[in-house]
């Protein structure tokens, strides 16, 4: 019932007949050209039963002959022409013409009843004139003036209406005397003589309704005479027709009433406000709408609105209910001691109040008050949420601006309860109940007014709304309740500041409720503000994912539920983070682990497994071999002396491997940037390959990667080596059309492994030169990384070469020592 | 099979391969030495011989790419003796798709050896 077409069609189509209704009864004038145009064709005479002629007095005599030859029935001389003149034979006196400002009011005699038509009460009193056709001897008589003038008419069925008389055509004396009518044109004609035109008082000779066309407008009466002369009716709704569809229209206001929601009341309200007056405005134009109409739309209205109050009635009385229930339930839970359950706590406790959206609020002895978490706020609140406005502060943050006091119990839906706390200081929960919700504006209202209520009580007045009895009751009753609640919020703290990690919980709604000092510390690095930081901006911060990314990730973690893992893609502060998230009862537990170190140690795994091991395997081998040979009888003496020469120089070696080693697990040396260590170089080309492989693809080139499938270790910062490989590639690669082909190359010599990339369109020599030796800033940034590595490269004993020509791309030659 | 019983040992390591030159050397093998594989093709094509006593990392041509541009060279080849400093099951394996007759981990036993490239060079003596 509550949908779209029955909300914004049907119901301003029935609030448009109400409006109808309503004008049909005077409470609405409507100043409208359109409404007098169509009244006036409303007036079903099938022609017209009054003649006013116009005439000089002392044409009086002859105009009373013309006009019996012509059938007139009755001739009645208006009562200032006849004081002018003396009546003729047959003719009777009328009574003075009504002087109403602005009108014109024709008084006659008593005459029979044409029609019973109906004209709007605001056409009432209201003259006009308008061309009117007759036949005549040559045709039709076009250029004569009618009038239609009204006065206030009961008729026998109780309608006010215009009377039968008043659609009248005026005749000019000249036009009956020239003979222009044949005989009989006026059968049963009643004729009007008045003065002429020329004595008309000017309100009758222009129009009184604002927008309505003037007299002179051969429009405005064609359509009028045309309806008049052909009795036409332009809408009527007739008999049993009209009741049903009356009795449908109140019985549908009445259910739309009883179901939409609050909320949409007043959307709906607004928006039916607006059309009805349009399709009211149609409809009083166009149809027949009584009186009945609109008492029996107001009954409905009235049914319905009691129908609503008293089903709110009943909604309120269940979540009163819901919040007894709760309140013992709550009770029941401070035994929970498990912090990571405090979450699920909220949670239920939440389902179990029904609460929507609520707001837990610290009061410090200055009568701060400070938000320490909201519930039940969607995405779109959040951005508005009553935490981030600036009339409160947040727990975490460090600007202490007092805020207004508050008092307790509710005010509409917005309940207020104290939690705990001694005189002077303690915890408020603020919540809406579901069932009369309007939005977290409530909170916020009831908060306010709260606060105005403390205030004047701490100057030593009484808030007047509220009892004292009252209040200890609304105490007594949530303060139990929500006592729970901070148990719990002082254990998930300490549970968050023993974590090494850098941890936060945010509720369902992606507000911040808690966090530890690492996190702080690790927000504040990034330039994050605690209070205002949602986990994507968190997750989009620390990791340099897309935002779309993360946002669609998360929405998965909070739907679904499960964990959550987005490794940064990029380093803050030279350091690598992983994003872990987990969704707890609703919430979002969020932990950034610092996986630098990690990826250090897991680096010395691969390269023990790969390079180091086998060098020590060699080691290894010389050394028994030699020591074998030493004592092998089959040699001969020298050649067994050269062996035991040779067990030297192997244990020597096996000590530099050694020394390899221990660098490469010195813990002191974790964060020293560029000092040499063992480095496979072939592991570390595959993993850039693989980094890189994404804008390969977009650039459309094709990486021609030639490796041998073991290298010796070499001598390098393994992360600087990384960076200088992702620099190269990048240089070349954006310089490369689509379908180009870049040759990188990783070879060994005796001493030293190479790794040669080529390709691209290339810059001058002198330029590239330039670039990598200045230290000029409008340098691309790929460049920039390969300048500021060289220091380095030669610090670990190896070279790098860089040429250029434009026209033939880039060649990058680095040189890195075996290890 | 020729009556020569030589041997071409691909080492890079000069200190392994000199060691390694003498153990052979002692057996009454006649050693050949190669740096890298590059250099043990050409010696494949100035002489032949009985057994290839491969190193797999090595500059300019590895273990690998050695077997495999011996295995294309057509004609009769001598069995290879891989030593492997790698001591994970897939390098083994790789290495005998690649043509290689036997695998040896480093650090080897001298004495084991001894006797594998003797099996190999004298098959016949091993199966008597």
């Known amino acids: 019932m509550g949908g779209f077409p029955v909300l914004f069609v049907i119901l301003p189509l029935l609030l448009g007949f109400l409006v109808a209704g309503l004008s049909q009864l005077g409470f609405f004038r409507v100043p409208n050209a359109l409404v007098f145009d169509l009244a006036v064709a409303q007036a079903r005479s099938t022609e017209p039963r009054v003649v006013v002629v116009r005439a000089d007095p002392e044409n009086l005599s002859r105009l009373t002959t013309r006009l019996r030859e012509l059938g007139a029935e009755l001739i009645l001389v208006t009562a200032d022409l006849a004081e002018k003149s003396v009546p003729p034979p047959g003719a009777l006196i009328g009574l003075a013409p009504a002087r109403v400002p602005g009108t014109e009011t024709w008084v006659l005699p008593p005459l029979p009843r044409a029609t019973a038509d109906i004209v709007p009460y605001n056409q009432r009193q209201v003259g006009r004139r308008f061309l009117f056709s007759i036949p005549g001897e040559s045709g039709s008589i076009t250029t004569l003036e009618g009038a239609v003038a009204g006065r206030e008419h009961e008729s026998s069925d109780g309608f006010i209406g215009l009377a039968a008389a008043a659609i009248m055509p005026v005749l000019e004396a000249r036009q009956i005397l020239e003979g222009a009518f044949r005989p009989n044109t006026l059968d049963g004609k009643y004729i009007v003589i008045g003065p002429p035109a020329s004595e008309d008082p000017p309100s009758i000779l222009t129009s009184e309704i604002p927008g309505s066309p003037a007299v002179g407008n051969a429009g405005f009466h064609a359509r009028a005479i045309q309806a008049i002369l052909s009795d036409q009716v332009v809408f009527q709704l007739e008999g049993a027709l009209r009741s049903l569809i009356l009795i449908a229209a109140a019985g549908l206001i009445a259910l739309l009433l009883f179901y939409i929601s609050p909320q949409q009341r007043i959307a709906v309200a607004f928006l039916a406000a607006v059309l009805s007056i349009s399709v009211g405005l149609a409809l009083v134009s166009v149809a027949d709408i009584l009186l009945p109409v609109a008492e029996l739309i107001l009954l409905a209205l009235g049914l319905g609105l009691a129908a609503a109050a008293f089903a709110a009635r009943e909604r309120r009385q269940r979540s009163d209910q819901l919040r007894e229930q709760i309140a013992s339930r709550l009770r029941r839970d401070q035994d929970v001691q498990d912090p990571s359950r405090r979450a699920e706590f909220f949670s239920t406790a939440a389902k179990l109040t029904g609460v929507q959206r609520s707001l837990l609020l610290r009061e410090r002895r200055d009568g701060t008050f400070v938000p320490l978490a909201a519930f039940g706020l969607t995405e779109s609140e959040n951005s508005m949420s009553l935490a981030r406005s600036p009339d409160f502060t947040r727990a975490d943050e460090t600007r202490p601006e007092p805020a207004d006091v508050m008092g307790l119990v509710g005010w509409h839906d917005a309940q207020i309860s104290r939690v705990d706390g001694t005189e002077g200081e303690g915890v408020y929960w603020l919540y809406v109940v579901p069932s009369s919700s309007r939005d977290y504006h409530a909170i916020a209202a009831a908060a306010a007014r709260l606060a105005r209520s403390r205030a004047r009580q701490s100057d030593g007045l009484e808030e007047p709304q509220f009892g004292p009895r009252r209040r200890e009751k609304a105490e007594v009753r949530l303060g139990r309740a929500v006592a729970a609640l901070l148990t719990r919020d002082e254990e998930l703290r300490r549970y968050l500041a023993s974590l090494h990690t850098a941890s936060i919980l945010f509720d369902a709604a992606g507000m911040p409720v808690i966090m530890n000092a690492n996190m702080r510390s690790l927000m504040t690095r990034c330039g994050l503000q605690p209070s205002r930081t949602t986990p994507v901006d968190l997750a989009v911060a620390i990791t340099g994912t897309e935002t779309d990314r993360v946002r669609t990730a998360i929405g998965k973690l909070v739907r679904y539920g499960g964990h959550l893992r987005l490794p940064s893609e990029a380093e803050i502060d030279g350091r690598s983070y992983l994003v872990r998230a987990a969704e707890i009862a609703g919430d979002l537990l969020v932990e950034i682990i610092d996986t630098t170190e990690q990826e250090r140690l897991s680096r010395i795994q691969t390269e023990l497994a790969s390079g180091i091991d086998a060098q020590l395997r060699n080691d290894l081998e010389a050394i028994g071999l030699a020591a074998n040979l030493a004592g092998n009888e089959k040699l001969a003496p020298e050649k067994r002396r050269r062996a035991f020469g040779l067990i030297s120089q192997a244990v020597e070696r096996t000590r530099e491997t050694l020394d390899a080693l221990a660098r490469l697990v010195d813990p002191s040396a974790l964060n020293a940037k560029g000092e040499p260590f063992p480095v496979n170089p072939r592991s570390t080309l595959e993993q850039e390959l693989m980094k890189i492989a994404p804008l390969t693809e977009r650039a459309g080139v094709t990486l021609d990667v030639r490796q041998p499938a073991l290298t010796s270790l070499v001598m390098a910062d393994p992360r600087l080596l990384e960076e200088l490989i992702a620099a190269m590639l990048q240089v070349v690669i954006s310089d490369s059309g689509r379908g180009s082909r870049i040759a990188v190359s990783l070879t060994e010599a005796a001493q030293e492994t190479r790794l040669e990339i080529a390709g691209g369109f290339g810059l001058p020599a002198r330029r590239l030169a330039d670039s990598l030796a200045s230290n000029a800033v409008d340098v691309a940034f790929p460049l920039r990384v390969i300048r500021s590595i060289l220091p380095h490269v030669s610090h670990w004993g190896g070279a790098f070469q860089a040429e250029s020509e434009t026209g033939e791309g880039y060649k990058f030659n680095l040189q890195l020592r075996r290890a | ?128």
């Open chain 2, 1 to 128: 099979m020729t009556e020569y019983r030589r041997i071409l040992l691909v080492e890079d390591d000069p200190l392994l391969s000199e060691l390694l030159e003498m153990c052979l050397v002692a057996e009454g093998l006649d050693v050949d030495h190669a740096g890298d594989g590059l250099a043990a093709l050409r010696k494949l094509d100035e002489g032949e011989f009985n057994l290839i006593v491969l190193d797999l990392m090595m500059p300019f041509m590895d273990g690998f790419a050695f077997l495999k541009q011996l295995a294309a060279t057509p004609g009769e080849k001598p069995p290879v003796l891989v030593l492997s400093a790698n001591t994970d099951a897939q390098t083994a394996e790789r290495a005998r798709k690649c043509g290689a007759a036997a695998v040896a981990r480093k650090p080897v036993n001298h004495e084991e050896f001894v006797a594998l490239v003797l099996s190999l060079v004298e098959p016949g003596q091993d199966e008597a």
